[in-house]
């Protein structure tokens, strides 16, 4: 494709509100949260907004029709030309990939990047909303809930690669134990693999403990272009690569065993920034863990491990946040929450502060200066897939 | 350590019943057209029979049939007569249903590749007349359709999938 | 050869109905709760005051849209306003004609940039001056449908 970064641009600032099962606040309300902390760490004004991308999946979760529109004063697009970016999960990193070209272009030298959604108003609950993903005519009526396609897909990955519940149940272990370290996190625990196993079958070979949960919340990022980041930011995070990619609607024609989306948008992203042994130069990976087999999953898909192999690595410790290649040290979505959109942009503020060094208990053992973080969405169909370096 | 100074209030279950709350009810209803293709598929189901398609540029023989190649996107319209059995690509065992709530005796979905068609090329239904602790990938499975008296060109005119003996 | 030449030939259409079986229950948030207090305890309305701008939202909000800071000063308004537009409505969702045509107006509340929408009893003209009929106290449940109507005042 012979892609070249047009104009360079740094996330230069990061919010996130606390991720919730109901929260009391309206979703405008959570997206203020969430704006006005990335502003104020950004250290801009909002007169320096010029520009705003949101993205807020499903209408039908917060039951409100054109959603955005309905954000968007809360998400600081008062007068200014606004963006909504929606992939499904994939739309949290959907949204710096659009706030990225917003800037890149040269039409904006700034844009404010806002992510959020809210669960919990559909009823009787908001597992419900994901019915109308299926096909309308050949699907619905077999009775279909949404964790019949996760658990398809992971009985799939298990049976191709000849994998254990135990080996997946370590990706819950590891995420929400890194969860109890995040101030945002909704279910952070200490959990063991036997209590994983022991979890409540919900479609098997999916246990409770393996899923993450329905949330509510925001998070929100700045971005810049080269020369308002020099100015204002000591220390800008670099968009140094982005891909994006769509696989077909055609779900049960696919073999699920392996996301392809993943590995094409990866390689977009890749060959940007000029990365050619991603195992290498990928020093921390933030990939999208709405279940647990999915993070092993797309650490494949991402190129990060050979096909089949994630578990093995996981289980040496190799994604720990003391391993080679930390992988979800934020506590990912199995502990620190979903909300769909939202969910992506977590994982971007998580690079941007451990690429600065502010994370805190959850900062990596390792140096770190660059990062990879994919977001998944819509019917087992979209890669989302940014490199944030320093 | 950030994020510093995260904000919202979570309410629990009673927290949020004694909050203030609006309800509305959605009460949206749809009237889907099939198209041409999926159409076709109905009354082969009605028939008791499994429709495919086939694309005349890269060949592959697809179910549900389309009345275009995702891949070569081009229009196609060569109907082709599967079989009604197939091996199980993938299934589950689910104890939850679409509103979150439990059940008992559990629903088996599965993936199911049809002779006759590409391989790897399946579609989603139920298994039925099996012991959960049975079902394996790779099994051998066939359709079981509804008396043609009550078979109404749907994908429930199949009632399951069950194995093969 | 195109779809189209087929399209009529040996298909049987029909439509696949489907009804989404999802409902919602919306909190009113922050803002909204602070307005669900002072219309139940005081039949009052709430308006949030801009620290920047001086602006006074209602419906009230936490945050200012144009300065973008936060509002933490909440006021209680009479829920007395001007009928700054209106119109006849004479069927309702789904077509069906109503006995008497039903007045709605956008009411600019007193002491506020903002207003309601409600029903207009008794006539009405531009700029009228109007007043909210509540519910009683006991049956209020702090948001908009405990307004029953605006009715002319002086």
Same mark, same amino acid.
């Given at each position: 494709?012979?892609?070249?970064?047009?104009?360079?641009?740094?996330?230069?600032?990061?919010?996130?509100?606390?991720?919730?099962?109901?929260?009391?606040? =309206?979703?405008?309300?959570?997206?203020?949260?969430?704006?006005?902390?990335?502003?104020?760490?950004?250290?801009?004004?909002?007169?320096?907004?010029?520009?705003?991308?949101?993205? =807020?999946?499903?209408?039908?979760?917060?039951?409100?029709?054109?959603?955005?529109?309905?954000?968007?004063?809360?998400?600081?697009?008062?007068?200014?030309?606004?963006?909504?970016?929606?992939?499904?999960?994939?739309?949290?990193?959907?949204?710096?990939?659009?706030?990225?070209?917003?800037?890149?272009?040269?039409?904006?030298? =700034?844009?404010?990047?806002?992510?959020?959604?809210?669960?919990?108003?559909?009823?009787?609950?908001?597992?419900?909303?994901?019915?109308?993903?299926?096909?309308?005519?050949?699907?619905?009526?077999?009775?279909?809930?949404?964790?019949?396609?996760?658990?398809?897909?992971?009985?799939?990955?298990?049976?191709?690669?000849?994998?254990?519940?135990?080996?997946?149940?370590?990706?819950?272990?590891?995420?929400?134990?890194?969860?109890?370290?995040?101030?945002?996190?909704?279910?952070?625990? /200490?959990? =063991?693999?036997?209590?994983?196993?022991?979890?409540?079958?919900?479609?098997?070979?999916?246990?409770?403990?393996?899923?993450?949960?329905?949330?509510?919340?925001?998070?929100?990022?700045?971005?810049?272009?080269?020369?308002?980041?020099?100015?204002?930011?000591? #220390?800008?995070?670099?968009?140094?690569?982005?891909?994006?990619?769509?696989?077909?609607?055609?779900?049960?024609?696919?073999?699920?065993?392996?996301?392809?989306?993943?590995?094409? /948008?990866? #390689?977009? /992203?890749?060959?940007?920034?000029?990365?050619?042994?991603?195992?290498?130069?990928?020093?921390?990976?933030?990939?999208?863990?709405?279940?647990?087999? #999915?993070?092993?999953?797309?650490?494949?898909?991402?190129?990060?491990?050979?096909?089949?192999?994630?578990?093995?690595?996981?289980?040496?410790?190799?994604?720990?946040?003391?391993?080679?290649?930390?992988?979800?040290?934020?506590?990912?979505?199995?502990?620190?929450?979903?909300?769909?959109?939202?969910?992506?942009?977590? #994982?971007?503020?998580?690079?941007?502060?451990?690429?600065?060094?502010?994370?805190?208990?959850?900062?990596?053992?390792?140096?770190?200066?660059?990062?990879?973080?994919?977001?998944?969405?819509?019917?087992?169909?979209?890669?989302?897939?940014?490199?944030?370096?320093? | 350590?950030?994020?510093?100074?995260?904000?919202?209030?979570?309410?629990?279950?009673?927290?949020?019943?004694? &909050?203030?709350?609006?309800?509305?009810?959605?009460?949206?209803?749809?009237?889907?057209?099939?198209?041409?293709?999926?159409?076709?598929? @109905?009354?082969?189901?009605?028939?008791?029979?499994?429709?495919?398609?086939?694309? $005349?540029?890269?060949?592959?023989? @697809?179910?549900?049939?389309?009345?275009?190649?995702?891949?070569?996107?081009?229009?196609?319209?060569?109907?082709?007569?599967?079989?009604?059995?197939?091996?199980?690509?993938?299934?589950?065992?689910?104890?939850?249903?679409?509103? &979150?709530?439990?059940?008992?005796?559990?629903?088996?979905?599965?993936?199911?590749? @049809?002779?006759?068609?590409?391989?790897?090329?399946?579609? @989603? $239904?139920?298994?039925?007349?099996? +012991?959960?602790? +049975?079902? $394996?990938?790779?099994?051998?499975?066939?359709?079981?359709?509804?008396?043609?008296?009550?078979?109404?060109?749907?994908?429930?005119?199949?009632?399951?999938?069950?194995?093969?003996? | 050869? !195109?779809?189209?030449?087929?399209?009529?030939?040996?298909?049987?259409?029909?439509?696949?109905?489907?009804?989404?079986?999802?409902?919602?229950?919306?909190?009113?948030?922050?803002?909204?709760?602070?307005?669900?207090?002072?219309?139940?305890?005081? !039949?009052?309305?709430?308006?949030?005051?801009?620290?920047?701008?001086?602006?006074?939202?209602?419906?009230?909000?936490?945050?200012?849209?144009?300065?973008?800071?936060?509002?933490?000063?909440?006021?209680?308004?009479?829920?007395?306003?001007?009928?700054?537009?209106?119109?006849?409505?004479?069927?309702?969702?789904?077509?069906?004609?109503?006995?008497?045509?039903?007045?709605?107006?956008?009411?600019?509340?007193?002491?506020?940039?903002? !207003?309601?929408?409600?029903?207009?009893?008794?006539?009405?003209?531009?700029?009228?001056?109007?007043?909210?009929?509540?519910?009683?106290?006991?049956?209020?449940? !702090?948001?908009?449908?405990?307004?029953?109507?605006?009715?002319?005042?002086?």
């Amino acid at each position: 494709m012979g892609l070249k970064l047009r104009r360079k641009v740094a996330v230069i600032g990061a919010g996130l509100t606390k991720f919730m099962r109901r929260a009391l606040e =309206t979703g405008r309300e959570l997206s203020f949260y969430a704006a006005r902390q990335a502003l104020d760490s950004a250290g801009l004004r909002f007169n320096d907004i010029e520009s705003v991308v949101i993205s =807020t999946a499903p209408d039908a979760f917060d039951g409100v029709h054109m959603k955005t529109e309905w954000l968007a004063d809360g998400c600081g697009s008062f007068h200014r030309p606004y963006l909504r970016g929606y992939v499904g999960g994939g739309s949290g990193v959907f949204a710096l990939i659009q706030g990225w070209y917003m800037v890149a272009s040269g039409m904006f030298d =700034t844009c404010l990047v806002v992510a959020e959604e809210k669960m919990s108003s559909c009823q009787p609950h908001p597992q419900g909303a994901f019915n109308t993903i299926f096909d309308h005519t050949l699907e619905r009526d077999l009775g279909v809930n949404l964790l019949w396609i996760f658990a398809l897909e992971m009985n799939r990955y298990m049976q191709v690669h000849k994998l254990s519940l135990e080996e997946i149940a370590l990706v819950s272990v590891k995420n929400k134990k890194n969860a109890l370290d995040h101030p945002s996190a909704q279910i952070p625990k /200490a959990v =063991t693999v036997e209590e994983v196993l022991a979890s409540e079958v919900m479609a098997w070979p999916v246990h409770r403990l393996m899923v993450s949960p329905t949330t509510d919340g925001a998070g929100a990022v700045v971005m810049a272009s080269e020369d308002v980041a020099r100015r204002v930011c000591e #220390k800008p995070v670099w968009v140094e690569g982005v891909g994006w990619c769509l696989d077909s609607a055609f779900w049960t024609n696919r073999d699920l065993y392996y996301p392809d989306y993943v590995e094409k /948008a990866a #390689k977009m /992203a890749y060959e940007m920034a000029g990365i050619t042994d991603p195992r290498r130069e990928i020093h921390i990976a933030e990939p999208y863990d709405p279940f647990a087999y #999915k993070e092993l999953h797309h650490l494949e898909g991402l190129g990060l491990a050979d096909r089949g192999q994630a578990p093995k690595l996981l289980a040496k410790g190799f994604f720990d946040r003391d391993g080679d290649l930390p992988s979800c040290p934020s506590g990912g979505l199995l502990g620190v929450g979903n909300p769909i959109a939202a969910a992506g942009i977590m #994982k971007c503020c998580e690079l941007f502060w451990q690429l600065r060094g502010e994370a805190g208990k959850r900062q990596v053992s390792r140096p770190v200066k660059r990062g990879v973080a994919q977001a998944w969405g819509d019917l087992m169909q979209v890669g989302t897939v940014i490199v944030l370096g320093v | 350590m950030k994020p510093d100074n995260v904000r919202g209030k979570n309410l629990d279950k009673k927290g949020f019943e004694e &909050a203030t709350r609006v309800k509305y009810d959605l009460n949206a209803e749809y009237a889907y057209d099939m198209g041409y293709a999926v159409s076709r598929y @109905l009354m082969g189901l009605k028939e008791g029979k499994i429709v495919g398609i086939k694309c $005349h540029k890269c060949g592959r023989i @697809l179910v549900p049939p389309r009345a275009f190649c995702e891949q070569c996107y081009v229009p196609i319209d060569d109907f082709v007569e599967l079989s009604a059995r197939g091996r199980v690509n993938t299934f589950s065992i689910s104890y939850v249903k679409w509103d &979150a709530s439990r059940i008992e005796k559990p629903e088996i979905p599965a993936v199911i590749e @049809l002779e006759g068609a590409s391989p790897g090329v399946g579609i @989603l $239904h139920v298994l039925g007349e099996v +012991d959960p602790k +049975d079902v $394996h990938v790779g099994m051998e499975v066939e359709a079981v359709f509804k008396e043609e008296k009550d078979r109404k060109g749907e994908i429930t005119d199949i009632l399951y999938f069950r194995p093969v003996k | 050869m !195109g779809i189209i030449s087929k399209v009529t030939k040996n298909i049987e259409g029909k439509a696949h109905y489907y009804k989404f079986p999802v409902w919602y229950e919306y909190t009113v948030g922050v803002a909204g709760e602070i307005f669900a207090k002072n219309l139940k305890e005081q !039949g009052l309305l709430t308006g949030a005051k801009c620290p920047c701008c001086g602006k006074v939202y209602l419906p009230p909000r936490v945050y200012c849209e144009e300065c973008f800071e936060e509002i933490k000063e909440f006021l209680a308004l009479e829920p007395v306003g001007v009928v700054e537009t209106y119109c006849e409505v004479y069927e309702d969702i789904d077509g069906n004609r109503f006995d008497k045509p039903k007045v709605v107006a956008f009411v600019r509340i007193d002491g506020s940039c903002g !207003g309601l929408f409600g029903f207009i009893e008794g006539g009405v003209q531009m700029g009228d001056k109007v007043k909210a009929q509540l519910v009683e106290k006991r049956k209020r449940t !702090g948001t908009v449908s405990d307004i029953v109507c605006f009715k002319k005042v002086g």
